[in-house]
């Protein structure tokens, strides 16, 4: 694992409450959306960059980044994606939370979905 890919696993948040992850993308870094979803995928199954399955072997990266990205307009404030790759399952949120339940975990869709609705009732 790199020192940037340690950094990554640094700064992922656990709900054990819950059992996924949480990681919050940075939009003043030069890197795309994609890249902390990937590091977050890699940091849940102990994989590196060199020898774990591209993430466009599940989904097309750029879609990610195109279809989420922070300067759009929203058209619904709840916009999502939720796919799996190397087992997990992740969540992406258009305001850059990233969520992710490790192989194992179930139910981690509707668990973001109604802790989001939760925040947005308070």
Avoid: K
């Amino acid at each position: 694992m790199t020192p940037n890919e340690r950094t990554r696993v640094d700064e992922l948040g656990y709900d054990s409450s819950t059992g996924f992850y949480h990681l919050h993308h940075d939009w003043e870094s030069s890197e795309p959306l994609s890249y902390t979803v990937m590091h977050m995928i890699l940091a849940l199954t102990g994989g590196d960059s060199m020898t774990s399955t591209p993430l466009a072997e599940s989904i097309d990266p750029d879609a990610i980044d195109q279809l989420l990205e922070h300067d759009r307009p929203m058209s619904h404030p709840h916009d999502r994606l939720t796919f799996s790759h190397e087992g997990c399952t992740v969540t992406v949120q258009r305001d850059g939370h990233v969520f992710a339940a490790p192989p194992g975990v179930t139910g981690h869709r509707d668990l973001v979905g109604s802790e989001r609705d939760e925040q947005n009732n308070d």
